[in-house]
DNA sequence: TGAAGGATGATCT
DNA sequence: GATCATCCTTCAA
């Protein structure tokens, strides 16, 4: 079923970080339908987070898509190259968002492989920030984009992700953030990947 | 109006 | 493992 728009209203990021684990990311894009499970997840806890965008109540033109309900995506542009994905939770004061690290392609297959470039399915396919949006095909455009749309949706298909199976970490490439980079808010599926 | 830097990935050694 | 590609956002004049 498809997560009610309920679901990204908890305040409590860290725990549904954890719990979009082995959830079905899908897209659809002139009509081509494409997902994978969630293999990776990081918490960025709002406007106290140093790491966020959003640090310190600060609003631009950017974050504002972070100001508001959960429920939505922000999508933003990293590096100059790659296209950032992640969901905004909480309500519309503390800006706190999930980014989506991973997934593991399982529906349209084909045409994630097409998207990126590639032949045959391997580990690494949609094993990264960027590569994920590359091989669902998410650009800026869905940037605000309510999860609730027919473009970009969050499924619980029922898969069960056992405790012992997620890896707890510091999050990637904020070093920048000081104290807050040695939070403990990336979560992995440590489920060993089988080739399709 | 300009300059610096970044939540990465591909490629080469 | 090291390097570079590449461009938007942000902040300072």
Redesign the pocket.
Known sequence: MTLPNQFYENTDVIALAKTLLGMTLITKIEGAVTGGIITET?A?NGISDK???AFGG?R????ET?FQKGGIA?V???????E?F?VVVGDETDAK?V?IRAVYPCIGVGQILKR?KQTKMTS?IC??????S?GLGID?SFNGVSLASNRVWIEDRGIKVPNTEVETST????D?AGEDAQLPYRFVWTNPVKPL
């Open positions: 990081e960025y790491a966020c965008h600060k631009t033109p950017r974050t972070m922000y933003y542009l990293c590096y100059g190259i790659h950032l992640n968002v980014l990126r690494s094993g990264g920030p960027g590569k994920m590359q800026r999050r990637i490439g904020v920048y």
